[in-house]
């Protein structure tokens, strides 16, 4: 998909399942079943992607997967599945890692920022994916990922952020601020507290990719909020503040959690909004 100067593409690491209760927080479970099932350990399954941003001179991720360092139990538990592996997923573009410039985190929770490092073969060593990227997120959300709490320990791996500090690949922001020229972030919190979505504007359009304040288009339901969500009423005012600016807009959004596509226009209105596929 073209927007502006920017060649725009939905890439996609695998699927991982996560309890629905966790999914969907206090919506009961007779309404999200009608709409996600569940297996018979009440787990709902989450499309894993990211996206990859192209321009004359910069390759660009918005978010890396969870990566392949997890443990066998780990995978267990969320019954991941991959279908590829970095260098896989970005051989059709004709680039390898290497060749990535700039990888945001919405925030550091291990579905977004563990594919940004591997274990090197013998696994003495936990190095860069992108060894030639900057990784742009921000200070606040460093700060709150480097000192866990009994509440998010179990949503930060260090192995996933830690290497990318000793190797001096971090870059730290702190508020709005446009990165690169068309590339826009801005601090939601709600998930987290540093929480931070990213637009892409080229031309007349805008892609928009909100995190995990709208994991799939099901939270399009602006009470339909992950239980995971360490600030819920902040989602809520994001989610209303996103929607009166984008609905029936010339905005595309990306679900990094949906199992169907991942870029989708919205229409409808505020009470019911539907994100339409337009891949
Ligand atoms: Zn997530």
Redesign the pocket.
């Given at each position: 998909m073209k927007i502006g100067q920017f060649e725009v593409d939905v890439l996609i690491e695998g699927t991982m399942k996560i309890d629905g209760g966790s999914a969907f927080g206090i919506v009961p479970k007779p309404l999200w079943e009608k709409k996600a099932s569940p297996d018979e350990k009440n787990r709902v399954k989450l499309g894993l992607r990211q996206l990859l941003i192209r321009s004359r001179n910069a390759n660009i991720l918005i978010d890396t997967g969870i990566g392949q360092k997890v443990s066998k139990r780990f995978r267990e538990i969320f019954a991941i599945e991959y279908f590829s592996n970095w260098i896989d997923r970005l051989k059709p573009f004709g680039l390898s890692p290497k060749d990535i410039t700039h990888v945001f985190f919405t925030h550091l929770?291990f579905?977004?920022s563990g594919g940004a490092t591997f274990a090197v073969a013998d696994g003495s060593e936990i190095v860069p994916t992108f060894p030639n990227a900057d990784h742009i997120l921000q200070s606040g959300e460093w700060n709150e990922a480097c000192v866990p709490n009994e509440r998010t320990r179990a949503s930060y791996f260090f192995e996933d952020f830690l290497p990318l500090q000793n190797e001096g690949k971090l870059r730290l922001v702190s508020g709005d601020q446009e990165i690169l020229e068309g590339i826009r972030v801005r601090i939601s919190g709600g998930h987290t507290r540093f929480h931070q979505i990213i637009i892409i504007e080229g031309g007349n359009s805008q892609v928009v990719c909100p995190?995990?304040i709208f994991?799939t288009s099901l939270h399009l339901h602006t009470a339909w909020e992950s239980a995971f969500d360490q600030f819920p009423q902040d989602t809520l005012e994001c989610k209303k503040i996103l929607l009166s600016k984008y609905l029936n807009a010339e905005a595309l959004f990306f679900f990094?959690?949906d199992l169907e596509d991942g870029l989708k226009r919205l229409i409808g209105t505020m009470e019911k909004p539907v994100a339409v596929s337009c891949e």
């Open positions: 929770h579905d977004h995190g995990d994991p990094g959690h």
